[in-house]
């Protein structure tokens, strides 16, 4: 008998049945299912859908833990952290963070991206709760964080920068929010091309600045500069620029805390 067809034959066939599928491909299969639980969340997030991001995020959650994937578990704690600042749940949103925190610092040690956006979110919470203190110094340790992980010209270190000015400009200390403004300008100009939201969003900062200060022409220059910038990007009828255009006097800098 030719030696192929005797190797064909002694080889007995693998059915591969559902059950024997799934115990092969279990770990990938769960994780692309946790991913998309997540981006669906995330996504609802954005839309500002709260309870049904809620509900895919935790969904992603049990994955995670379960895999032991802490990264994408801190992650998604962030996220659900955050919708429930957005809701202005408070305790459940302080409850969150500190689980993330007590996760990231344990598994992934203080010097990680989603832990450094832990500590970025406690200073959100603390912003919102009027613990202006306490917020500049989870923003200064976030910012220390990712300078080490990513050096000065990265996204989120501008946007430390930005969100430490925001804090300061709740304090009343007009000459370190005009500092960290014109910092996260400055950056934000070398990492984007113009016209950029981020951008803009500095200029409207900068413009409350001078505004706030009684420099109406200052201010006038970087608010018709932040608007000219948003037309580009959005288009006068964007409901963005509506808003901006009904509320000439700004009466609060633009946060521009991103995930």
């Given amino acids: 008998m030719n030696l192929k067809l005797q190797i064909l034959i002694l080889i007995p066939f693998i059915v591969i049945t559902p059950s024997l599928y799934s115990s092969v491909i279990d770990e990938p299969f769960d994780s692309l299912q946790a991913h998309q639980y997540f981006k669906t969340g995330s996504d ?24 032991e994937s802490w990264p994408e578990v801190v992650r998604t704690l962030n996220v659900i952290g955050w919708n429930y600042i957005q809701t202005h749940n408070y305790d459940d949103a302080q409850s969150i963070f500190d689980d993330a925190l007590t996760v990231g610092l344990t598994k992934l040690g203080q010097q990680h991206k989603h832990v450094a956006q832990t500590y970025h979110n406690y200073g959100r919470l603390s912003n919102d709760r009027g613990e202006y203190n306490e ?37 009343g200390q007009q000459d370190s929010v005009k500092y960290y403004f014109n910092k996260t300008l400055d950056l934000r100009l070398q990492l984007f091309d113009i016209p950029h939201h981020d951008i803009a969003s500095s200029y409207f900062n900068l413009g409350f600045v001078y505004s706030d200060r009684g420099d109406y022409r200052n201010a006038i220059d970087y608010y018709e500069t932040a608007l000219t910038m948003q037309k580009e990007l959005f288009g006068e009828d964007h409901p963005d620029i509506a808003l901006e255009l009904s509320d000439t006097r700004w009466s609060v800098p633009v946060n521009g805390i991103l995930r």
């Avoid at 997030?45 to 379960?66: C, Q, V």
Wanted: aromatic share 16%.
């Fill in 44 to 67: 609802f997030s954005d839309e500002a859908k709260y309870d049904s991001s809620h509900y895919y995020l935790e969904k992603a959650l049990e994955l995670y833990r379960t895999a």
């Fill in 135 to 171: 917020a500049l110094e989870y923003n200064r340790t976030a910012l220390a964080v990712r300078l080490a992980l990513f050096g000065d010209l990265h996204p989120e270190v501008a946007n430390s920068y930005n969100v430490i000015g925001v804090t300061y400009w709740r304090l």
